[in-house]
């Protein structure tokens, strides 16, 4: 049994806040230079080109890269042969108020859903945990702005719908989204499972490398057919037209119920972000 | 695609130039109002009160910034959605107020007091808050404090790279924009 000091996730957490909102990971900055590269339409692609000059001031003046740093979502993945010492949960929320307080980012979090009422500190994360095998701990934050997730959505299609009423919603989804989310798009594609399920396999596929397939080649073809034809909607960066709508669809698949096919699209921004520690 | 210049506060017949798709470095005076700041503009108005700041002819930016690093006016200060504050933006403009600087697509009632106004609404480049930052020379508080983020600010900024999505004749670029793009590629 190892012993994993609370403080220390703390510590780790509010780390890996400030981190992730002051560094695209290396995938998704590649993705946003080469979408300027091959985008044909004249303001998408300057549009594109003040997306890349946005990550060059965010790393020259240490300003996190968007205001909304999010809501943060963790993903823990915890060892079973490992003992906090001390309140893991409480860790992880210490962990958030530290990283937006001392790293200036800001606090975008309210106390009730209808009352309003801002916690000050951004907190509470909205965490995930998962028990496995080993020593280790794994911590996975995200932060996710509203821009984009508020135009998320999730639907109980029927078996009968097959394949052509998933590819349909998920592209709908994002036709409806238009401007809002902040153009170019990444598309997290949840399919099985439960309700709940399906909405955290779309959140979870928005931390998988953009352009990464799904194992299943049936899925990955489906995700290049998918953000082909959102690359042909015509709504391009920040909505104004053009070719570069998304820049990625990744889907994770689950195992569901004889009656059900549930779909959820999380949508993410063009600074769809997170960063990862193993302790 | 015209590129204009423009100093806020601006009167009606500045912004009468402005086509959707057109850009504009502005400069001058704009507030920072989003979603709790606009609730309680709008009760004002509903209860006949004065306005904690002249909406004539300003500049309403929707933006809730980061807090601003020791030697800097602001932090990363891109632009929210829009589409939120929809509810309250036609009373504030009949109010006066004229530009409005966002991003992200507006209702119809929206559009039609732009056109009834001649207001504009111009979009920031989402997600580009740091860049953003750099437009800023000075911010201070004017109200709402407690509202952290939220609260309205007086920004004065310096050729601040915005695009003409809705103009005061109707054109409405996240209609045109895509339209036009689609149309290229046409055979």
């Known amino acids: ?279 | 695609m015209t590129q204009h210049r423009l100093t806020c506060p601006v009167k009606k017949e500045d912004l009468a130039p402005l086509r959707a798709g057109d850009t504009v470095l502005l400069s001058g005076v704009i507030y920072t109002a989003r979603d709790a700041a606009h609730k309680r503009l709008f009760a004002l108005l509903e209860e006949g009160k004065p306005l904690p700041f002249d909406v004539r002819g300003a500049a309403v930016y929707y933006a809730g910034p980061t807090p601003a690093p020791e030697g800097r006016p602001i932090g990363a200060c891109g632009p929210t959605t829009s589409g939120r504050m929809d509810a309250y933006a036609p009373a504030l403009m009949r109010e006066g107020l004229i530009v409005m600087i966002g991003k992200g697509a507006r209702s119809d009632e929206v559009k039609a007091a732009v056109v009834e106004t001649g207001s504009v609404y111009l979009a920031a480049t989402g997600g580009a808050g740091a860049l953003a930052a750099a437009c800023v020379e000075s911010a201070e508080l004017v109200c709402y404090e407690d509202l952290g983020s939220e609260a309205v600010r007086r920004l004065v900024v310096r050729d601040m790279p915005l695009t003409v999505v809705l103009d005061a004749h109707g054109g409405d670029l996240y209609r045109e924009g895509p339209v036009a793009y689609l149309a290229s590629l046409e055979p």
Request: proline share 6%; hydrophobic share 40%.
């Open chain 1, 1 to 279: 049994m190892r012993t994993i000091k609370a403080d220390d996730i703390r510590d780790a957490v509010a780390r890996l806040c400030v981190e992730a909102n002051l560094h695209l990971p290396c995938d998704m900055e590649r993705a946003l230079r080469s979408a300027r590269e091959s985008e044909p339409w004249p303001l998408a692609k300057a549009t594109l080109g003040t997306l890349c000059e946005n990550l060059d001031a965010s790393a020259r003046t240490g300003l996190p890269i968007c205001q909304d740093t999010g809501m943060a979502c963790v993903f823990a993945e915890v060892g079973q042969d490992v003992h906090i010492d001390g309140d893991f949960e409480a860790a992880v929320d210490a962990g958030v108020a530290k990283g937006y307080t001392e790293g200036l980012l800001r606090k975008s979090v309210v106390r009730d859903p209808i009352r309003r009422g801002n916690t000050g500190d951004n907190t509470p994360a909205v965490l995930h945990v998962r028990l496995v095998p080993g020593d280790r701990v794994h911590l996975v934050v995200a932060p996710k702005g509203f821009g984009s997730e508020n135009m998320s959505r999730i639907a109980m299609l029927k078996p009968s719908q097959g394949e052509d009423g998933v590819k349909d919603f998920v592209v709908e989804t994002v036709r409806l989204a238009g401007s809002n989310p902040c153009p170019p798009v990444v598309v997290g594609v949840g399919v099985g499972g439960t309700f709940e399920r399906a909405a955290l396999l779309a959140k979870h596929a928005l931390l998988r490398p953009v352009g990464s397939h799904h194992a299943d080649p049936y899925y990955a073809a489906m995700e290049d057919e998918l953000l082909a034809r959102i690359n042909a909607l015509g709504t391009g960066p920040q909505g104004f037209g053009g070719k570069t709508t998304a820049l990625g669809v990744q889907i994770e698949t689950f195992p569901t119920h004889i009656a059900g096919m549930p779909v959820a699209v999380n949508i993410g921004c063009h600074v769809t972000r997170h960063a990862e520690v193993i302790l």
